[in-house]
Structure formats: C-alpha cells, structure tokens
T-cell receptor
C-alpha cells in the first residue's frame, strides 16, 4: 500500500531564508507522481509542484523546488526566500499509476516570521 | 470559469441523520475524490472514482457512501453509521488519462458539524 510520511509537524523560518520540508514515500509501483500542495488558513488547496518517478531532473516552479532522491524515496520541498504569505500547511501527496489513488501525508505547518 | 463547486460551505447535522455533500465539476475530469480533514491533520481518502458508474473505497470509507451517475457530479453521503462525522470535507478531480503529470483540483470544502 502506498504511504506518505511527513515527519515535521511544524517548521519555523525567518523571512527571506530558505526552508526544506521533508517527505518520504513508500510504493512498489515503478511509475508514480509526487505532488506538493499548500493549504492556507482559508482551507483551499493550492497545487505547488509535481515530480514524476521517471523525471531525471528535480522539478522547479519559481521559488519552489523539489529535492527528489529516488533511491531514498524522498521528495523534499525547498522554498527559497520565504515570504510571510508562505505561512500555511504543506502537504506531500503521491499517485501511483496502477491505482490512481491520490494519497496525502499528514502535513507540515510552516510559520514565517518577520 | 472552470472549477469544482462544493456545497454547502457549512453544514450542521443532528446525530442520527444522513446528510449529503455536493461536489460538481465542469473541468471534464474523469477522476474525482473525497477527502476528510480533521483539525491539524492531513487529508484522508474516503472514496474515489475514476469513471462514471464506478468508484472505490479509500482508507476511511466506513459510514460514507457515494454515487457517480454523471461525470460532473460525485456526491458524498455521510450516514448515521459514521460515529464522528464532524470534519472538513474536500472534493477533488483530475484527469489521470493524461498521465500522472496532472494535479488534482480542489473545491473550497464543506465544514460539517454534528450538533
């Protein structure tokens, strides 16, 4: 069964600094996709970045990058130059090609301080 | 505009009552999902559907039921068998037929409270 683990319940970072949010996953399917979402206090889910299991390069989207280490089954999100508006919950998720279920981790609450 | 609409935004239910949460999408997506989120917790998958007239149980399906009679609609019924239904419910959709590189789009959520 697929599983996503986010071991950091909360993270603190100062404005303009970089922060890494950890995500490890477990799957036996060779083909899968990894996603990161942001959830502000309003509750909406905002898609940030995607990484495919066969992608050779780490994904990047603006200030977001994904540190993908396939052998270690980790897909950490790196946010560069943190902003106050980055304060939110962040969720890692995975979809396996064989089942198409989209499964989420428990999330990390990020707080950016001035 | 294309998107996913969940209604109502807030819902109050008396104990022992069934209640149905609506989820409609006009994105022409084949796959739809229902998640439950408890305060400070992650999203847990209740049910998902990859195609009309077909759906599968997720990790916490007990006490819930769904139907998928139309591509656009995936309503979730919270039955009286669900012992602790107070939570935030999120509906999502995606297009898995275009490969894994398609993110799920989410509705704004329904906050259900048992009174």
């Amino acid at each position: 069964a697929q599983k996503i683990t986010q071991t950091q319940p909360g993270m603190f970072v100062q404005e303009k600094e970089a922060v890494t949010l950890d995500c490890t996953y477990d799957t036996s399917d060779p083909s899968y996709g990894l996603f990161w979402y942001k959830q502000p206090s309003s509750g909406e889910m905002i898609f940030l970045i995607y990484q495919g299991s066969y992608d050779q390069q780490n994904a990047t989207e603006g200030r977001y990058s994904l540190n993908f280490q396939k052998a270690r089954k980790s897909a950490n999100l790196v946010i560069s130059a943190s902003q106050l508006g980055d304060s939110a919950m962040y969720f890692c998720a995975m979809r396996e090609e064989s089942f198409q279920k989209l499964v989420f981790g428990t999330g990390t609450r990020l707080l950016v301080s001035p | 505009d294309g998107g996913i609409t969940q209604s109502p935004k807030y819902l109050f239910r008396k104990e022992g009552q069934n209640v149905t949460l609506s989820c409609e999408q006009n994105l022409n997506h084949d796959a739809m999902y229902w998640y439950r989120q408890d305060p400070g917790q992650g999203l847990r998958l209740i049910y998902y559907s990859q195609i009309v007239n077909d759906f599968q149980k997720g990790d916490i399906a007990e006490g819930y039921s769904v139907s998928r009679e139309k591509k656009e609609s995936f309503p979730l019924t919270v039955t009286s068998a669900q012992k602790n239904p107070t939570a935030f419910y999120l509906c999502a959709s995606s297009t898995p037929d275009r490969g894994l590189n398609t993110e799920a789009f989410f509705g704004q959520g329904t906050r259900l409270t048992v009174v």
